[in-house]
Antibody, heavy 120, light 107 residues
Framework: QVQLQHWGAGLLKPSETLSLTCAVS????????WSWIRQPPGKGLEWIGE???????NYNPSLKSRVTISVDTSKNHFSLKLSSVTAADTAVYYC??????????????WGQGTMVTVSS | EIVMTQSPATLSVSPGERATFSCRAS??????LAWYQQKPGQAPRLLIY???TRATGLPARFSGSGSGTEFTLTISSLQSEDFAVYYC?????????FGQGTKLEIK
């Protein structure tokens, strides 16, 4: 059974860099795209970006200047870095799987979510 | 970016009755649309993809329809565990975008 487990710092100060890692276990890593999605408290979902095992990425233009998504295929991990955070970046951050080889790009498996708070 | 608009914001329905959710895209997304269910404190769960295909294990009371810019999610006979927030999402274009959600509450 595929599981996504992620971790990272939960409390940041303005201007710091958010850093999260998601570990994939129980399934193929190379057959999928891997995404980051966030959800501010009480609000809707925002797609941040995605990466595949080769390092090919797509980013949300609204965040592209501050976002880097990377992959470590030796560990079946992928990571998110978001620079120069502000209070507006406070959200629950999810990692999720995209089964693009099955010809649909929805998010079929999600991590548990990590709350990241930006506060001085 | 494609804007996804869901209606209504809140839907009040009694258990056993039918619930119908609407999702409209600002431009055609073909059939590249998914629906998710989210309960408090949980990650979203994929329900429907390709506008009308149920995810593995999803009860048959859930159905999706539509193409282009107009989509519908229907729950034919509401169970207690169905009360949650529902989101639509398009994956026809980048950036991937979600609707703002419809909260299904018990009437």
């Amino acid at each position: 059974q595929v599981q996504l487990q992620h971790w990272g710092a939960g409390l940041l100060k303005p201007s710091e860099t958010l850093s999260l890692t998601c570990a994939v276990s129980g399934g193929s890593f190379s057959d999928y795209y891997w995404s980051w999605i966030r959800q501010p408290p009480g609000k809707g979902l925002e797609w941040i970006g995605e990466i595949n095992h080769s390092g090919s990425t797509n980013y949300n233009p609204s965040l592209k200047s501050r976002v880097t998504i990377s992959v470590d295929t030796s560990k079946n991990h992928f990571s998110l870095k978001l620079s120069s955070v502000t209070a507006a970046d406070t959200a629950v951050y999810y990692c999720a799987r995209v089964p693009w080889l099955l010809s649909y790009d929805a998010f079929d498996i999600w991590g548990q979510g990590t709350m990241v708070t930006v506060s001085s | 970016e494609i804007v996804m608009t869901q209606s209504p914001a809140t839907l009040s329905v009694s258990p056993g009755e039918r619930a119908t959710f609407s999702c409209r895209a600002s431009q055609s997304v073909s059939s590249n649309l998914a629906w998710y269910q989210q309960k408090p404190g949980q990650a979203p769960r994929l329900l429907i993809y390709d506008a009308s295909t149920r995810a593995t294990g999803l009860p048959a009371r859930f159905s999706g329809s539509g193409s282009g810019t107009e989509f519908t999610l229907t729950i034919s006979s509401l169970q207690s565990e169905d009360f949650a927030v529902y989101y639509c999402q398009q994956y026809n274009n980048w950036p991937r975008t979600f609707g703002q959600g419809t909260k299904l509450e018990i009437k």
